[in-house]
């Protein structure tokens, strides 16, 4: 199982990145991004969703990470169509920056359905209509479903740290497999995974895996255990860099 020492690995894992990062750019600003993690419980063993980074990409090649990224144009603009819980908001909307309110979250909420759908192919909606799809919500609407954010749960948030290619300030997000109403496709529809599988999560830590993604599976492990993993009201931790040093927070 990932053990609590996870949180050390962020900090090696910063302490390499700035060793490597001779002429690298330094001052990238974080952009938003949504993770959204797939549980199965049904069996003995929760079983995760996720794909394995193909080679050739810059940001975690040959990783295997839950399906995700950074936050469209086209979420926000939809994003007004689709408001969040209260307590959804409470926690997604809570430490900085201010300028991240409701809007802001909904957008995440949906990016994270979005990448969903992009990666792996899941659809994960309701019968119903959208206005102003667009691009990959277009293909979504023609589905004859509608997203539906207000089923996810904030698990964590997490800030790349300065020095890596790309940075991200991502909430990730969770939710029941038993919400899926379509089944995997046989290859992933882009080339973002190389492949994908049910993960079980006893077994995780065989695969290769970035100090934040065991961190994550972590705390969902600890979710899961106590039983409050499908609780929006349950603080979630935030992974950041303060003071030239990875740190935890509850938001």
Known sequence: MISESALEALEGERQSLIARRTGARTGLRPRDA???VIVDSSGPVPKL????????HVFMPGHFVFPGGRVDPVDLAIAADFPLPAKVLDRLCAG???????????ASALAAIRETFEEVGLAIGLPGQM???RGT???FAGKGLRPVPE???PLARAITPPGAPRRFDARFFMMDAGGLAASLPETPPTDEFDAVEWVPLDRAENFSLAAITQR???DLGQRIADGSWQDPSRAIPFYRVVKNRFVREYL
């Open 49 to 56: 969703l996720m794909g394995r980074r193909a080679a050739g």
């Open 216 to 218: 994550v599976l972590y």
């Open 131 to 133: 206005s102003g799809a």
């Open 96 to 106: 900085p920056p201010a300028r991240y309110g409701p809007r802001q979250a909904a």
């Open 137 to 139: 919500w277009a293909a």
């Open 151 to 153: 089923r996810l749960v």
């Open 34 to 36: 949504a993770t959204l």
